[in-house]
């Protein structure tokens, strides 16, 4: 068995306040405060949706009812015009980002159709000035679905599972999902540590093809890196695709797909074709907890088509 690397060294963490309508406020306070909102249950009047994790909401708790006179200093400064404020979690201000070249711009927070109601105002990673930042907040997550019956993935808002988001033994505790898998579909995976999928029922987060928290804009953008060497386009479409019909392929003999009863199979008897080449679409449930953002196209074994989905949830 491959020894699993060591545990890879977590970016400083800040939270992210700008001044663009459902962005933050007038002041770092009221972008604060919306956040804890969202994460509360209470409509956050226009300004995020984004939801928090535990951890992170107690320390924006924090930081809102500190007494501190440099933090409350901090909490009451006005944030300029189209700019947004790097907040550290001491609450001290780092940086200073242009909201939408800098902020809006980077994959990562998923914020480009921010003003349609998509705000991800947090969560992901962000690079300035040669450093990465681990942005707080929006804690969705995305892993690529196949249906195993040629239909096209759906979304789904019930059927959580238990997912281990760094990967087993790296340092995070397994969370649930608030949503999973539809009858007939599964979980596209690789095993890239030797580890293991699954240990007791929970998914390891490292295997599946997702956005691992904010390192990927999505789950095909990861997908296509990995395979980047033996991606293959279609001449007809020029869309870029992996070819699992050759069962000597890499992604053939590695790519498999995983049920919601813990099976696994080789994704190549199910699927001839996986499609990396995505479109941008707009689906949710009411609360806005399970979307699908991003579609490919895949083509089974049969010569069926039909389009995978990038299903992004919450977890608590």
């Known amino acids: 068995m491959t020894t699993p690397p060591p545990p890879p060294t977590q970016p400083p963490k800040v939270f992210i306040v700008g001044n663009r309508r459902k962005f933050g406020g007038k002041i770092v306070r009221k972008g604060l405060q919306a956040m804890l ?3 509360d249950g209470k409509k956050a009047k226009g300004r995020t949706k984004s939801k928090l994790t535990p951890e992170d909401a107690e320390k924006l708790r924090a930081l809102l009812s500190s007494k501190d006179p440099e933090v409350q200093a901090m909490l009451n400064t006005k944030v300029p015009r189209r700019k947004s404020f790097m ?4 609450g001290k201000i780092i940086g200073t980002l242009d909201t939408v070249k800098q902020v809006m711009a980077e994959k990562s927070l998923d914020m480009a159709d921010h003003n349609k109601g998509w ?3 947090a ?4 690079d300035v000035g040669g450093s990465t930042y681990q942005v707080a907040g929006t804690e ?4 690529i679905k196949i249906a195993l019956d040629a239909k096209d993935a759906a979304l789904n808002s019930t059927n959580g599972f238990r997912i281990d988001l760094d990967g087993f033994g790296r340092g995070k505790e397994a969370v649930t999902t608030s949503g999973g898998l539809n009858a007939n579909e599964a979980w596209l995976v690789r095993d890239k540590d030797g ?3 699954t240990r007791g029922g929970v998914v390891d987060g490292r295997d599946v093809y997702g956005d691992h928290e ?3 804009g999505n789950g095909y953008e990861e997908l296509a890196k990995d395979y980047a060497a033996d991606l293959k386009t279609d ?6 695709y992996l070819d699992l019909s050759d069962p000597n392929s890499r992604a053939a003999r590695e790519l498999k797909l995983l049920d919601a009863r813990g099976n696994l199979v080789p994704a190549g008897q199910v699927v001839k074709r996986i499609g990396v080449d995505f479109k941008d679409v707009s689906e949710a449930d009411a609360t806005g907890q399970n979307q699908i953002r991003q579609r490919a196209e895949v083509t089974y074994a049969d010569g069926r088509k039909a389009s995978s989905a990038d299903q992004w949830y919450t977890t608590r």
């Open 37 to 39: 909102d969202a994460y």
């Open 87 to 90: 907040i550290d979690e001491t």
């Open 119 to 121: 705000d991800r105002s």
């Open 123 to 126: 969560g992901g990673q962000i």
């Open 140 to 143: 969705l997550h995305s892993p």
């Open 195 to 197: 580890d293991g999928i």
């Open 214 to 216: 904010g390192r990927f």
């Open 235 to 240: 001449p007809a479409t020029g869309k870029r």
